[in-house]
């Protein structure tokens, strides 16, 4: 049966301000299973007909994961984290050439915003193939570092294979761990409980224990890893995870990464420093999460997404979207780094947020002897704006555009012309 499927909702903007549920849904869709999943990825809501094909019902348990229940025990329809997994197993899946069309707008989208290259994370074994044949036929119009789920990790490490694999246009690069949820769906792992949900304080995805086990395989089998941790207590988790698997197998150069790394604080900034990790933000977050100062209080308000300290810190700070959640175009991260941070003292300068999207992101994939600067002996990898940012007031950065896209000295982005050469 056909699926109705879609997502990019957040409750924060409705009238009501509260999570939909499968009786909001019921009365739209009843005989179609319809699945939708909140902008933040973490928190999905399925219709009474979605439930029923995934096999939920109000005995359901999800490891690293829940299913609300209303006051007389029966499922919501809302689901969280590890849940969405029933839900997704039951959907029927792509097939290739869906995919590879898919693949191919997704790219002509980021080179028409600048982007000669992406962290790309993707989901199954079938998208690595993908993303593989449109490079072999040349229509892949940028650089491709792949980021792999943690489910995946067994295979790689039998194969042998080690970040790096792979040759100019795409290269295996990190395994990816989640180790909580999102600020958004109250999901991210916090030491103390929410400031606007005092029942909660989030949930962690994994036991230490198996958090450690993680990160010591990928660790040992020269792989680097890039662990999704927004909350404090999720970041402690980590940073233990990451202390315990280096002093089993002390490894220079590991280049590993906490993604999103969003409540701080000096003692978790200090950890992170002396483990030599990178610190890969979002900056637009910033502008998303406009209520964070509900979610968490003043006093940790403070410590959400501190750039400049980061970097004071001697911290690796490299950018990224976090694209679908945010959007992709690059410069609305620049805008939001310089002119937007919670706070004036951790706000970049222009040549601070630029370098977190271009050599300290290339740092972050072991090539910034290539790429990430305009320099003699490196990839012929440019971009031409439409405006001159050194002349262009911090507020208005959002609104310039990309003319053309450069990668490897073929352009791939002109203007009005679109996306070329496939």
């Known amino acids: 049966k056909l699926w109705v499927l879609g997502g990019r909702w957040d409750h924060e903007k409705f009238f009501e301000r509260r999570l939909p549920n499968r009786w909001d849904l ?19 809501v399925a219709n009474s007909k979605a439930l029923e094909l995934a096999g939920i019902t109000r005995e359901t348990v999800v490891d690293g ?29 792509p097939d290739l050439k869906s995919m590879e069309e898919s693949c191919i707008r997704a790219c002509h989208e980021a080179v028409r915003f600048g982007l000669v290259g992406v962290h790309w994370i993707v989901d199954s074994a079938d998208e690595i193939r993908v993303v593989q044949k449109l490079c072999f036929e040349g229509k892949l119009p940028l650089r491709v570092y792949l980021g792999v789920p943690a489910r995946l990790l067994d295979a790689l490490v039998s194969l042998g294979l080690r970040t790096g694999f792979g040759d100019g246009m795409v290269k295996l690069g990190f395994v990816k761990v989640f180790a909580d949820g999102s600020l958004g769906a109250r999901t991210a792992a916090l030491k103390e409980p929410y400031s606007d949900d005092p029942k909660t304080s989030g949930m ?13 395989k990928a660790h040992k089998a020269g792989l680097q890893l890039a662990v999704h941790a927004i909350g404090d207590r ?33 003692r978790l900034i200090r950890r992170m420093r002396r483990l ?31 750039f ?41 300068s222009l040549d601070e947020a630029f370098r977190t999207y271009t050599l300290n992101a290339a740092y972050a994939s072991f090539e910034e002897h290539l790429k990430g600067s305009i320099a003699a002996g490196k990839l012929a990898d440019l971009v031409v704006l439409s405006e001159d940012l050194d002349r262009v007031p911090p507020e208005k950065i959002r609104d310039v555009s990309v003319e053309m896209t450069i990668v490897g000295g073929r352009v791939v982005y002109e203007g009005e012309k679109g996306a070329l050469n496939g």
Not at 65 to 91: I, K, Q, Y
Not at 204 to 216: A, D, E, M, P, S
């Open 26 to 44: 019921d009365a739209v869709v009843k005989e179609k299973p319809v699945f939708l999943v909140r902008v933040c990825g973490h928190i999905g």
């Open 65 to 93: 994961g829940e299913v609300d229940l209303d006051d007389s025990g029966e499922p919501t329809g809302v689901l969280r984290e590890n849940a969405l997994e029933l839900v997704w197993r039951a959907v029927p899946k």
């Open 204 to 216: 962690l995805l994994h036991t230490q224990r198996i958090l450690n086990k993680l990160v010591l």
């Open 234 to 266: 999720a970041i402690e988790a980590v940073l233990k995870a990451y202390e315990k698997a280096f002093k089993a197998f002390p490894r220079e150069n590991h280049r590993h990464r906490i993604e999103h790394c969003s409540v701080l604080n000096p």
């Open 276 to 306: 030599g990790l990178i610190a890969s933000v979002q900056p637009h977050f910033v502008v998303s999460d406009f209520w964070v100062f509900q979610r968490v209080g003043e006093r940790r308000g403070r410590w959400v997404y501190p």
């Open 308 to 348: 400049k300290t980061l970097m004071r810190n001697g911290i690796v700070v490299a950018s990224g979207s976090d694209s679908p959640v945010e959007p992709i175009n690059p410069l609305l991260g620049v805008w939001a780094a310089v002119a937007e941070a919670n706070f004036a003292e951790e706000r970049l």
